[in-house]
């Protein structure tokens, strides 16, 4: 074996190792590890911790709602009735899963990344077809679309979950920021 063979065969085993095994196998590298530990970590402080909305429209101190339901202005908890407190949970949880949707998007991106370029570099070595690795990745890429659409179609309930908590808790109204365009702009194609 060539020195250039070497280099050019390290890397990709070095690579091989890190993201899993061969067809069929269902070791896990670190990286794939580690994308399922940011899943799970983001889920748990989706779970625990306030949902931060930034400031209002017009400069309003930061606004957060907690896991309880709670509406804070400024570090400050806005009396709630139950119905509102209602309405700031149902808000909240529309909120989690579309976060929690686009944060699983974006590592679902660094993942289909990491296989791509496993897999080029694989192929490479091994002499295959790069149409047959493209098209596993363009298989790859359609879950990541249906994914995206999800989302968007996920706007909706949003959107009209703030809308009731706006109407229902004036104070909340500087932060209810997503409009009927926000959601026509998420379109994504099947």
């Not at 060539?2 to 990709?12: A, C, E, H, M, Q």
């Not at 070791?27 to 911790?49: M, S, V, Y």
């Not at 920021?177 to 959601?183: N, P, Y």
């Amino acid at each position: 074996m060539n020195r250039l063979s070497l280099i050019l065969i390290v890397p990709v085993l070095a690579l091989a190792a890190c993201t899993g095994g061969g067809e069929g196998e269902e070791r896990r590298g670190p990286i794939n590890t580690a994308l399922d530990e940011a899943r799970a970590e983001i889920r748990e402080e989706f779970a625990t911790k306030n949902m931060t909305l930034g400031r209002g429209a017009k400069g309003e101190p930061r606004a957060e709602i907690s896991p309880q339901g709670d509406l804070l202005i400024g570090g400050e908890a806005v009396p709630l009735d139950a119905a509102q407190r209602e309405l700031v949970l149902a808000y909240r949880t529309e909120l989690v899963a579309v976060a929690e949707t686009g944060a699983n998007l974006g590592l679902d991106g660094a993942s289909l990344a990491t296989d791509a370029v496993g897999a080029a570099l694989k192929a490479a070595a091994r002499g295959e077809d790069p149409a047959k690795i493209e098209a596993e990745i363009q298989a790859k890429a359609a879950g990541m679309k249906a994914s995206a659409k999800a989302l968007c179609d996920r706007l909706p309930a949003l959107h009209a979950s703030q809308q009731a908590l706006a109407e229902a808790v004036p104070a909340f109204a500087p932060y209810a920021g997503m409009d009927e365009q926000d959601v026509a702009d998420c379109k994504i194609e099947p």
